[in-house]
């Protein structure tokens, strides 16, 4: 089992920064990759990026260069940092964890409850 907590959500204007943080407990967190996801209201959840054990990443195109994921592994932690945030940026983010480096919801199998990212124009 494993448990994640999500936090650094909020509201900030458009053109702004804001630093997802993702705490882990109860396995061998270095043994996971992990992957951010978000989900703005009426739509389906979509990836945002991801990173192995090793640290390689993966970005979905429209965010490659404004957001990076990065872990720290000592604290149990993964972040995603997003700069140049958009209105289209807002939603609920959620963390998660898988046995691989993947794109899609159904390959991870712990979530977090989610933190809220609201962009205003």
């Known amino acids: 089992q494993v448990q994640l907590v999500e936090s650094g959500g909020g509201l900030v204007q458009a053109g702004g920064s804001l630093r997802l943080s993702c705490a882990a407990s109860?396995?061998?967190?270095?043994?996971?990759?992990m992957g951010w996801f978000r989900q703005a209201p009426g739509k389906e959840r979509e990836f945002v990026a991801a990173?192995?054990?090793?640290?390689?990443?993966v970005y979905v195109d429209s965010m490659k260069g404004r957001f990076t994921i990065s872990r720290d592994n000592a604290k149990n932690t993964v972040y995603l940092q997003m700069n140049s945030l958009k209105p289209e940026d807002t939603a609920v983010y959620y963390c998660?964890?898988?046995?691989?480096?993947?794109?899609?919801?159904?390959?991870?199998?712990?979530w977090g409850q989610g933190t809220q990212v609201t962009v205003s124009s």
């Open positions: 998660a964890v898988g046995n691989l480096l993947a794109t899609t919801p159904n390959s991870y199998t712990y």
């Open positions: 109860g396995r061998t967190f270095e043994s996971y990759a």
């Open positions: 990173i192995s054990r090793s640290g390689g990443t």
